[in-house]
């Protein structure tokens, strides 16, 4: 088995991968192709390599309180990855949720099934619907770190973050994805809301630590 601590940051071949149109995505924007234990299909990156290296080292962190991970738009199926291994590095591997909606007609219906064969494999869980799907199955906080990377639009980030933050442990990371770039419209304004304190409650403390590429690290205090 490759080993995980490398695979993630590892230079991404020249020829396609099997399984989807490597053409139709944004090549600018691979990182690379992780194949990891029983997982037959390529599942790409589409990260900046200091963004793969900070998503590794905050589920990897040993001093956040053991919960879920949970992704919000799983793309097809390379940051699911990362976070599964990094996990596993803890004292206790703790479960890792994905949640994606897959538009009708979005890739060729190609994506769904690319995820799904990523999730198995790799023993996550796959929710096929949208925020409110965890409503439904979230009684509790119970996430140690939250990555969001759906719709980009500032309607959908903001709902989004929303409908997470009052499910997030005390001490646990949410990592808002595209704080930079031309989808950076939506994340952008949380990341400056969150700097100016409009995210906190009487209860709950949301400090913005770093922008790194275009992954932001918000680090949540306390609970709803």
Same mark, same amino acid.
């Given at each position: 088995m490759p080993d995980p601590n490398i695979k993630p940051w590892g230079p991404m071949p020249d020829d396609e991968p099997s399984g989807y149109n490597a053409r139709r995505l944004n090549a600018a924007w691979w990182g690379s192709i992780c194949l990891?234990? =029983?997982?037959?299909?390529?599942?790409? &990156?589409?990260?900046?390599? *200091?963004?793969?290296?900070?998503?590794? =080292?905050?589920?990897?962190?040993?001093?956040?309180?053991?919960? $879920?991970?949970?992704?919000?738009?799983?793309?097809?199926?390379? *940051?699911?990855? &990362?976070?599964?291994k990094a996990s596993e590095r803890r004292v206790r591997g703790e479960e890792c949720w994905t949640v994606d909606s897959f538009p009708d007609g979005e890739d060729d219906q190609i994506r769904p099934l690319l995820c799904e064969a990523v999730a198995k494999s790799m023993k996550a869980r796959l929710i096929v619907g949208d925020r409110g799907s965890l409503q439904a199955l979230c009684q509790r906080p119970m996430f140690r770190v939250a990555f969001i990377d759906g719709g980009h639009s500032s309607e959908d980030v903001w709902a989004d973050v929303r409908a997470v933050l009052p499910l997030m442990l005390p001490?646990?990371?949410?990592?808002?994805?595209?704080?930079?770039?031309?989808? !950076?419209?939506?994340? &952008?304004?949380?990341?400056?809301?969150?700097?100016? !304190?409009?995210?906190?409650?009487?209860?709950?403390? $949301?400090?913005?630590?770093? &922008?790194?590429? *275009?992954?932001g690290r918000l680090l949540v205090h306390g609970g709803a």
């Open positions: 990891w234990g =029983d997982l037959g299909t390529a599942a790409p &990156i589409i990260m900046h390599e *200091s963004e793969r290296r900070l998503l590794w =080292d905050v589920c990897a962190d040993p001093a956040l309180p053991e919960g $879920v991970f949970l992704e919000i738009g799983t793309g097809f199926g390379g *940051s699911l990855v &990362i976070a599964v001490g646990g990371t949410m990592l808002l994805h595209d704080c930079w770039g031309e989808h !950076s419209a939506g994340p &952008i304004t949380v990341w400056q809301a969150a700097e100016r !304190s409009e995210l906190n409650t009487p209860n709950r403390t $949301v400090q913005a630590c770093e &922008i790194t590429h *275009s992954l």
